[in-house]
């Protein structure tokens, strides 16, 4: 019963990308030359004034001399390029930026962590995962560490490295207290598919409380108490599920049922065949009520469930019969024995027992030759030789001279 756990990716940057460019250029004024800050500035104005385009071709055009000068025009290439929706050029030029070690102002941070949001929203998990970790070492306060961890998270399970799927997860979990769907869902995928059974069940149950109403946390709470060996814990969980509204599958309802039957419960787990789809129509389902009803000792509607099964099949009228007889519906029984397909000298042996318990010992011997005729057995030798001695007896004492009273 356990689901195979799909990839998700968190598209949002999370950060303000953005980057606040005129504050910034003020305090980098002192270090680009001259030239290059009069361009930066305008190429500032013209993003300001929603005329990115312009911008780019304006700063696209310079050929910085100075490193400096030119890691910074770099960035504000990045940013721009990001704003007009072209990431490949984006992700290069701010790449650059970054490489070149130069930017160590206020923003260079930002500038990190812009080019590690924009490598993860473009599936380059690998390129954007060193960026994050390298942004962890110096985190500034009014940045959230916890969003860097769950992005690292995010990071690893997308190319399936999942130990450190954990390990960012811990970190991220002993910054952020609050429970949430799909930091745990990453949590859930990488623990099932380290097979960490035991595990996974207290973070299943915070998905319940978060999702009481979605299936698939329940099924897979059940599939891995069923695969630990705890059919206890699997029923409570699949029973709770049915009583609090949650709409099981009929795959459930079939395991949930097995579940009661094998607890002891079979009335109960009668009543939950009962409510399939198909209970009343398909010749299994049939059969399986009929001996839940059976162990139940509820012989009346086990029988009725055995006839309805075997009119829908008659591989079910064997066991249809046998219960009759057992009843005490030896007649009826009869009948059932005479539709039954196969099983020939089960079938004469059960009609032995039937025209026994009718004291017809002379048809009972009769049909115990028949089924030893078919296949010699202990059962058929011994009623032979038991209804013999019986029909000798009865000859006996029909023979036996009459005493008169003088």
Do not use: C
């Amino acid at each position: 019963m356990i689901k195979t756990f799909t990839k998700t990716l968190v598209l949002p940057l999370g950060v303000a990308l953005g980057l606040a460019l005129s504050s910034n250029i003020a305090v980098a004024g002192e270090q680009l030359s001259q030239y290059t800050a009069g361009k930066v500035q305008r190429a500032h104005q013209l993003q300001q004034d929603e005329k990115v385009a312009e911008a780019i071709e304006l700063l696209a055009a310079l050929t910085p001399s100075k490193a400096y000068d030119k890691a910074f025009v770099q960035r504000m290439l990045g940013v721009f390029y990001w704003q007009q929706g072209n990431t490949k050029l984006a992700i290069s030029n701010l790449k650059k930026a970054v490489d070149s070690g130069l930017l160590q102002d206020e923003q260079a941070w930002i500038t990190q962590r812009m080019l590690a949001d924009i490598l993860l929203s473009n599936e380059e998990f690998k390129q954007a995962l060193p960026h994050y970790y390298a942004l962890t070492k110096a985190i500034p306060e009014n940045q959230k560490a916890d969003e860097l961890w769950l992005r690292i998270a995010q990071s690893h399970y997308q190319v399936e490295e999942w130990k450190p799927v954990l390990s960012a997860m811990k970190r991220y979990e002993n910054l952020h207290r609050k429970d949430e769907v799909q930091p745990l869902t990453i949590k859930l995928g990488a623990q099932l598919q380290l097979q960490q059974w035991k595990s996974s069940l207290p973070t299943l149950q915070r998905l319940i409380l978060l999702e009481p109403n979605k299936l698939v946390w329940w099924q897979q709470t059940a599939g891995i108490q069923l695969r630990l060996g705890r059919s206890k814990d699997a029923l409570a969980t699949l029973a709770l599920a049915d009583r609090q509204g949650v709409v099981l599958s009929q795959q459930d309802l079939r395991t949930l049922a097995q579940l009661y039957a094998q607890q002891g419960i079979p009335e109960r787990a009668a009543k939950t065949l009962a409510t399939l789809d198909n209970a009343k129509t398909d010749p299994q389902l049939l059969a399986d009520q009929a001996s839940y009803w059976q162990m139940a000792k509820e012989w009346d509607t086990s029988i009725h469930y055995w006839r309805l099964a075997a009119a829908k099949n008659n591989k079910h009228r064997w066991a249809l019969a046998q219960l009759l007889l057992q009843e005490g519906q030896h007649k009826i029984a009869l009948k059932e024995l005479d539709k039954v397909s196969g099983r020939k000298s089960d079938v004469e042996l059960a009609r032995v027992r039937a025209y026994y318990k009718l004291e017809s010992f002379e048809q009972a011997l009769i049909h115990a030759k028949r089924a030893n005729n078919i296949e010699e057995s202990p059962a058929s030798k011994s009623w032979i030789k038991y209804l013999t001695q019986m029909r000798k007896m009865q000859q006996s004492q029909v023979n036996e001279p009459q005493l008169t009273a003088i």
